[in-house]
């Protein structure tokens, strides 16, 4: 398994293998962005590990060749980040994406380009809020027989403000697509979050989803569990680490860590 590790301008690959390139360009002095472009070109994991980043942005490039099938396993640790990602991938090619997120701020543009048929994409990113997050979402689908599974959850706390913006485009004569779009957020505080979901369809023959959820636990859960001798508190606490484990395989224990931060 490849691991890329990213601190500020410190970026190196442990346990390369031959199924993947990584170009790490000169960081744009007049911008101070850095740039990274990874070609993956035979099947393959990836963990990316960010940690203690601020004052620098990342352009972070991912081209998923033909038929070539990938994971990439992402855990972002405290610092201020602002990230841009562009994902393309070819025919029958697939990527997925589990993403973990315990920062301090944040600004992601996530940019998708299925440009090839029976290009499909499975992205869940998971996150604790405690100061302002943004995530923008652009998915092309470019080629007929496409996917894309976007789902997005958020525990927002203290002085968190999650917005989550997804935009999804299908133009005319991309046929038999399959589009989804899914985000949840839990606030646990009085501020304002905010789930912008739209669906840009300009062909019939395409399934296309979205749902949009800002809330809290249930009372039903809560009592549940309290019914059974399980304080408010510890209550919480395992409903949250249900909540953002959900779809993730690989940074279980990450999440079972974030989670005993702040509610152990």
């Given amino acids: 398994m490849n691991k890329l590790k990213i601190s500020n301008k410190d970026i190196y690959l442990e346990n390369k293998d031959d199924c993947l390139s990584l170009i790490v360009e000169e960081a744009s002095k007049l911008l101070d962005v850095q740039t990274v472009k990874i070609i993956i070109n035979s099947d393959t994991d990836i963990v990316i590990e960010c940690e203690e980043i601020e004052n620098v942005k990342f352009d972070i490039c991912v081209n998923v060749l033909k038929g070539v099938k990938a994971s990439i396993y992402e855990l972002k640790k405290n610092g201020k980040y602002k990230f841009q990602y562009k994902y393309y991938l070819e025919d029958d090619s697939y990527l997925n994406i589990e993403k973990v997120i315990n920062v301090q701020k944040i600004h992601e ?65 991309i046929k038999k697509c399959d589009v989804n779009q899914s985000t949840r957020i839990i606030n646990m505080t009085d501020n304002t979050c905010t789930i912008k979901p739209n669906l840009f369809i300009d062909e019939e023959d395409v399934i296309a989803n979205h749902s949009a959820l800002i809330g809290t636990f249930s009372f039903d859960e809560i009592f549940y569990l309290e019914s059974r001798g399980i304080n408010k508190k510890e209550s919480e606490r395992l409903l949250t680490r249900g909540f953002l484990t959900k779809g993730i395989t690989y940074h279980e224990k990450a999440i079972k860590d974030i989670v005993d931060q702040y509610w152990g």
């Fill in 109 to 173: 543009m996530t940019v998708i380009n299925l440009n090839g048929e029976n290009a499909k994409i499975d992205y869940n990113l998971k996150t604790v809020s405690k100061d302002k997050e943004k995530y923008n979402f652009l998915v092309y689908h470019n080629a007929r027989k496409t996917a894309s599974n976007i789902r997005n959850s958020g525990v927002n706390i203290l002085d968190g403000k999650i917005e989550f913006n997804v935009s999804s485009f299908v133009p005319n004569d």
